[in-house]
């Protein structure tokens, strides 16, 4: 007998506006203003819509391309999921792997890598909605704590970047252990007076606004983005009231105090890094500088 069989249709979900990805081609119509933009004049402008400010989605490897001051070395690139619960929904977990793992090229949902930042040796994880709606399961969260004890070990800043759907619910509560790991690890980061920050991108709910994406020393997010639990839709049939104009965005969020900055992307950068030296981070020395001569001893006393 199969216990968890699920003997109900799932309930129909209404068609919702395209997606706002970056599609493939010259020219892309902004969902913000309606202006078509040609592609590399939106790519210069790192995906914001140069009339109205409409941040595109980007991807994991654009981000850090666009936080870290050149190259990164990335961690435990290799890991993937074992399909744990060996589940299946519409279709197996593990062919539902095997097309995000073709269609981005990454294992799993999350590049954690160290680089600088304006000098400023930092780890930052970055989230990958393309692969399985940026859910966490047990790699991200594995991936993220590798990352924050390397920084630990190094005394280096940690930035996480979400953009996810929450917890990955094919891996069932292993996945939410991930929320408690995550946390545990920042706890640690905290107590050596390490910064943290996180940035909210569009989307950012479920099990990761609810553990480390709220966590951070200071939560920025990014304009418009959506941020929250449960999405709005889950929470209009619970609560059967109709919900405000623009709830769960970055904008109303920071009026209810949720949120530390609402920040464009274009100025993004420099505001983590500027935040990171208020919060005691250190520029790297260069190796030139490092070079210096040795200080002679002193002369022993006698
Ligand atoms: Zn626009």
């Known amino acids: ?99 995000s793992i073709a269609a981005t090229g990454m294992k799993d949902a999350v590049i954690v890598a160290t680089g600088s930042v304006e000098g400023i040796p930092t780890v930052i994880a970055s989230m990958e909605y393309g692969f399985i709606g940026g859910s966490m399961g047990v790699v991200v969260g594995e991936k993220i704590t590798r990352g924050i004890e390397r920084a630990i070990e190094a005394q280096m800043p940690v930035v996480i970047v979400c953009c996810s759907g929450g917890a990955r619910m094919m891996e ?5 252990m991930q929320m408690a790991k995550v946390c545990g690890a920042l706890a640690r980061l ?52 109709k919900l405000p104009e623009g709830f769960q965005r970055s904008e109303f969020l920071i009026e209810k105090g949720m949120l530390d900055l609402v920040v464009d992307r274009r100025e993004l950068k420099s505001v983590i890094a500027k935040a990171l030296r208020f919060m005691g981070a250190v520029t790297a020395v260069t190796p030139e500088v490092t070079a210096a001569p040795p200080v002679p001893e002193p002369a022993a006393q006698g």
């Open 1 to 99: 007998m199969a216990w968890f069989k699920k003997t109900r249709k799932p309930m129909a979900t209404p068609a919702k506006e395209k997606p706002s990805r970056v599609p493939e081609g010259l020219w892309v119509k902004c969902p913000g203003c309606s202006q078509v933009i040609y592609n590399k004049d939106l790519a210069a402008n790192l995906s914001v819509c140069p009339k109205c400010g409409h941040h595109f989605r980007i991807n994991a490897t654009e981000r850090l391309r666009m936080l870290f001051d050149g190259e990164w070395t990335e961690f435990d690139k290799e890991l993937t999921s074992t399909d744990p619960l060996g589940f299946t929904d519409t279709k197996p977990y593990k062919s539902r792997l095997k097309a």
């Open 172 to 176: 069932g509560a292993l996945s939410l």
């Open 190 to 241: 905290d107590r050596r007076k390490l910064p943290f920050i996180s940035v909210l991108t569009d989307p950012t709910t479920g099990g990761v606004t609810a553990s480390f994406a709220m966590l951070g020393d200071l939560n920025i997010a990014e304009p418009k983005a959506l941020i929250g639990f449960a999405g709005p839709r889950v929470i209009e049939q619970t609560i059967r009231q």
